[in-house]
């Protein structure tokens, strides 16, 4: 299975370099040097068309397409969109910057009322641009909301890549070159359909996956668990510790999904469960869902899940407060499929009160191989457990030197700062990288 993923990566990353570099390939190949123009106005063409064809495949790795993420994993596409719309941002600014070294005369068409239809589309595009990734980087800063983001963002994404695009033809440079401009014709078309996909197709798909909510109730930790029934006897199958985008809006077509890590056991599909913290604006609205209410749910999704990894002899978990629901979902797959692996399972928590599914997980251990070490921050008088945070040497202490060596998978979900340190931690303990798992809840 590791291999077949590895695979996957592989022919997609290859997809990536070449949909990035073809156009300007292309043009290397297609031109003989006496045909370039001079060379400081061929790198900056260079830029702006790799920049360019880096933004357009932007919309390829956020479409949700199933094939693409499930290699990868959610956290590490939206990780890599990241980093590469920052690449692609800098080539593209390159872009203008070298034609102002190489001509000072193009310095005219920064007044851009006098300046061609043409170049302002190209000026609107690095504009919008500018304020997409401004907004993007600094949107906890900048304190703005993320639904309000998350519309601008598409909207202003769009008009950056159609923009650009208009821009290119128009400028016609090189453009004469009939394989050059059915390639960047080929891009556009990608790009209008990949759009209508995410916009329009997709949502219509996810009118299918409505779901009804069957229950709701309180658990420990300020969370509450909905368990969902399909309106239409689908049975979702999942990989235990997967997530899905839920939306509660009458219909889909408004783009206000939230990602939640499914918690109940993969092996009853025919019900799922999420247990949702209370945090914020949406997660605040479900204790007061309705029974009966629909639900839209888009998935499954992630690549977090002791599925992927069934050669592991043993398995240790790691949680943080609601960090625990994607691992509550494989321990009760394990339960459920009499799964007798050593385990153990971290789980740190403010106080002993506060501990989500604590009288399950008690339960589960019965059922399992499973040690279970609780981390409290304010721990009750008499409490002879371990207290405050992760540490090596809890770690140490419960695991011993061997397991690292003992074809034991991590999965570790929790805060961000958490997962910073015990990813260390498990370092210093003497596991690989790539025994490490983690799921972030903060894609964004
Ligand atoms: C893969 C994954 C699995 C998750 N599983 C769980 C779970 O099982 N239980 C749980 O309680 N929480 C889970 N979360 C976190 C949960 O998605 C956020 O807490 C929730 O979306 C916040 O929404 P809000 O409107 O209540 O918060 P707000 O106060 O409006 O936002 C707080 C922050 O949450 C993030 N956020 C808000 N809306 C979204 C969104 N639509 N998509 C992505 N991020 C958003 C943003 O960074 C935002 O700044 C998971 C997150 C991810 C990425």
Same mark, same amino acid.
Request: net charge positive; aromatic share 16%; hydrophobic share 45%.
């Given at each position: 299975?590791?291999?077949?993923?590895?695979?996957?990566?592989?022919?997609?990353? *290859?997809?990536?370099?070449?949909?990035?570099?073809?156009?300007?390939?292309?043009?290397?190949?297609? @031109?003989?040097?006496?045909?370039?123009? #001079?060379?400081?106005?061929? *790198?900056?063409?260079?830029?702006?068309?790799?920049?360019?064809?880096?933004?357009?495949?932007?919309?390829?790795?956020? *479409?949700?397409?199933?094939?693409?993420?499930?290699?990868?994993?959610?956290?590490?596409?939206?990780?890599?969109?990241?980093?590469?719309?920052?690449?692609?941002?800098?080539?593209?600014?390159?872009?203008?910057?070298?034609?102002?070294?190489?001509?000072?005369?193009?310095?005219?068409?920064?007044?851009?009322?006098?300046?061609?239809?043409?170049?302002?589309?190209?000026?609107?595009?690095?504009?919008?641009?500018?304020?997409?990734?401004?907004?993007?980087?600094?949107?906890?800063?900048?304190?703005?909301?993320?639904?309000?983001?998350?519309?601008?963002?598409?909207?202003?994404?769009?008009?950056?890549?159609?923009?650009?695009?208009?821009?290119?033809?128009?400028?016609?440079?090189?453009? #004469?070159?009939?394989?050059?401009?059915?390639?960047?014709?080929? #891009?556009?078309?990608?790009?209008?359909?990949?759009?209508?996909?995410?916009?329009?197709?997709?949502?219509?798909?996810?009118?299918?996956?409505?779901?009804?909510?069957?229950?709701?109730?309180?658990?420990?930790?300020?969370?509450?668990?909905?368990?969902?029934?399909?309106?239409?006897?689908?049975?979702?199958? @999942?990989?235990?510790?997967?997530?899905?985008?839920?939306?509660?809006?009458?219909?889909? @077509?408004?783009?206000?999904?939230?990602?939640?890590?499914?918690?109940?056991?993969?092996?009853?599909?025919?019900?799922?469960?999420?247990?949702?913290?209370?945090?914020?604006?949406?997660?605040?609205?479900?204790?007061?869902?309705?029974?009966?209410?629909?639900?839209?749910?888009?998935?499954?999704?992630?690549?977090?899940?002791?599925?992927?990894?069934?050669?592991?002899?043993?398995?240790?978990?790691?949680?943080?407060?609601?960090?625990?629901?994607?691992?509550?979902?494989?321990?009760?797959?394990?339960?459920?499929?009499?799964?007798?692996?050593?385990?153990?399972?971290?789980?740190?928590?403010?106080?002993?009160?506060?501990?989500?599914?604590?009288? /399950?997980?008690?339960?589960?251990?019965?059922?399992?191989?499973?040690?279970?070490?609780?981390?409290?921050?304010?721990?009750?008088?008499?409490?002879?457990?371990?207290?405050?945070?992760?540490?090596?040497?809890?770690?140490?202490?419960?695991?011993?030197?061997?397991?690292?060596?003992?074809?034991?998978?991590?999965?570790?979900?929790?805060?961000?700062?958490?997962?910073?340190?015990?990813?260390?931690?498990?370092?210093? /303990?003497?596991?690989?990288? *790539?025994?490490?798992? #983690? /799921?972030?809840?903060?894609?964004?």
């Amino acid at each position: 299975m590791r291999v077949n993923y590895r695979l996957q990566q592989a022919l997609w990353i *290859a997809l990536f370099i070449l949909l990035v570099f073809t156009p300007i390939a292309v043009l290397i190949i297609g @031109f003989t040097p006496s045909t370039y123009l #001079y060379p400081l106005y061929d *790198a900056s063409l260079a830029f702006g068309f790799i920049g360019l064809a880096l933004m357009a495949v932007q919309f390829i790795l956020t *479409a949700r397409i199933k094939w693409i993420k499930e290699p990868f994993g959610s956290d590490l596409i939206y990780h890599f969109h990241r980093q590469i719309s920052i690449a692609a941002f800098f080539l593209v600014l390159a872009h203008p910057i070298l034609l102002f070294i190489a001509d000072s005369r193009y310095l005219n068409y920064l007044n851009i009322f006098t300046a061609p239809i043409s170049i302002k589309l190209g000026e609107i595009a690095i504009f919008l641009l500018i304020l997409t990734v401004i907004s993007a980087e600094y949107r906890k800063k900048l304190k703005i909301h993320y639904d309000f983001w998350k519309f601008w963002h598409g909207i202003l994404a769009t008009t950056v890549v159609g923009a650009a695009l208009i821009h290119i033809f128009l400028t016609g440079t090189y453009l #004469y070159y009939q394989p050059l401009r059915i390639l960047w014709l080929v #891009y556009s078309a990608i790009f209008i359909v990949v759009l209508l996909y995410t916009r329009f197709i997709y949502p219509l798909l996810l009118i299918h996956n409505k779901y009804t909510i069957t229950s709701i109730h309180e658990e420990r930790g300020q969370s509450w668990t909905i368990k969902l029934q399909s309106t239409r006897n689908k049975i979702l199958y @999942f990989k235990p510790g997967q997530f899905a985008w839920i939306t509660t809006w009458k219909t889909p @077509f408004f783009d206000s999904e939230h990602p939640f890590s499914i918690s109940s056991s993969s092996e009853k599909p025919q019900e799922i469960s999420f247990t949702i913290k209370d945090l914020g604006k949406f997660t605040n609205t479900v204790k007061s869902m309705q029974i009966g209410q629909a639900v839209y749910v888009d998935g499954p999704h992630g690549a977090f899940s002791i599925d992927r990894y069934p050669y592991a002899e043993h398995l240790v978990y790691i949680a943080g407060g609601i960090g625990i629901t994607p691992i509550m979902s494989m321990l009760r797959s394990m339960a459920d499929r009499g799964d007798q692996r050593p385990a153990r399972l971290f789980y740190n928590n403010r106080d002993w009160d506060s501990i989500t599914f604590r009288e /399950e997980i008690e339960t589960i251990k019965q059922l399992l191989d499973l040690e279970v070490i609780y981390t409290l921050e304010k721990p009750p008088q008499k409490w002879a457990g371990e207290t405050g945070f992760m540490t090596q040497e809890i770690l140490h202490n419960h695991l011993g030197n061997a397991w690292a060596q003992k074809g034991t998978e991590v999965f570790m979900c929790g805060p961000q700062v958490m997962m910073n340190i015990v990813k260390k931690q498990l370092r210093a /303990e003497g596991f690989l990288e *790539a025994q490490i798992h #983690y /799921e972030l809840f903060n894609l964004i």
